[in-house]
Nanobody
Framework: QVQLVESGGGLVQAGGSLRLSCAAS????????MGWYRQAPGNQRELVAF???????NYQDSVKGRFTISRDNAVNTVYLQMNSLKPEDTAVYYC????????WGQGTLVTVSS
């Protein structure tokens, strides 16, 4: 079955940057849309961004201009570059593969201090 492993989370000050990575295995990675979601304490999981197999991207309004999703099919990895981070970006970030049912990674915690 598909496995997704996220990395790159951590503690950063407001205005800083982080890059999340999600390595996929047991999947023909290039065929599938990939996404990043996040879930803050007490909130529902929400879509942050997705990237289609053709490279088309879509972002939640609150991260447009600050976050960039990309993929490298050669290494079966999707990335989320996060710049100008804000305290409200604090959440557990999850990688998702649409195969077509959604498969989730285990999540990586991002904490942005003010």
């Amino acid at each position: 079955q598909v496995q997704l492993v996220e990395s790159g989370g951590g503690l950063v000050q407001a205005g800083g940057s982080l890059r999340l990575s999600c390595a996929a295995s047991r999947i023909i990675f290039s065929l599938y849309k990939m996404g990043w979601y996040r879930q803050a304490p007490g909130n529902q999981r929400e879509l942050v961004a997705f990237i289609t197999r053709g490279g088309t991207t879509n972002y939640q309004d609150s991260v447009k201009g600050r976050f960039t999703i990309s993929r490298d099919n050669a290494v079966n990895t999707v990335y989320l570059q996060m710049n100008s981070l804000k305290p409200e970006d604090t959440a557990v970030y999850y990688c998702a593969a649409y195969v077509p049912d959604v498969v989730w990674g285990q999540g990586t915690l991002v904490t942005v201090s003010s």
